[in-house]
């Protein structure tokens, strides 16, 4: 899960881009709204998390403009402002959760993947294609039936694809959902990471074919439909 933070104190950012990575998710950190606001308009994310108190502006002001532009990407307000009104203020200017500083990392992974999981969200609660079942909610992947421990990147690569099973998804898109803007990506990363998987999948007898559609992109199918991959 691609996931955008907006937090101008350089530690608490840290700290949550390492327990939110801990968890699955890919961090983009920002310390002011205009670089928040130039990100969203080339990268699709998946969560927005917004401090209200930024340096160059006012975070419900900002949530406001992301709505009025037409963007429903469900947003979590982190804030030391914890008044009623400021709660209230919060929520009404479009923001879909609002938690107080300080908080718990376990409390604030929870309450992203519960946006996640709402209508429309990016989570799903358990994702099947062949023997495979990937919990999203757990960061979980089975193969008949048995728990398979794969490393983050392999799992998030798993997740996609089996969102979209039986369509090519194309190498930018599989690109900018596994790594962060800061991230050092070498032109062969994700060929590498398709091959590991790939191999995983192989090794566990899965009952699923990683296609290469060359130049393009990669796709998963129940392997009933295609007996070897590309």
Known sequence: MRVLLAEDNPRLSTLLSEGLTEQGFVLDCFSTLAEAEE???VVRY???LVD????DGDGVAFIRAVRRAGDTTPILVITARHGLGDRVAGLDSGADDYLVKPFEMP???ARCRALLRRPGGSLGTVLSLGDVAFDSAEREARIGGRVVHLPPRELG??????RRAG????KASLEEALYALSSEVTPNALE???SRLRRRLSAENAHVVLHTAHGIGYMLTPVAEHDDGA
């Open 39 to 41: 990100s969203i308009a």
């Open 46 to 48: 998946d969560l927005l």
């Open 52 to 55: 209200l108190g930024m340096p």
């Open 107 to 109: 409390e604030l992974a």
């Open 157 to 162: 690569l798993l997740e996609r694809l089996m």
């Open 167 to 170: 369509h090519v998804v194309s």
């Open 192 to 194: 590498a990471a398709v």
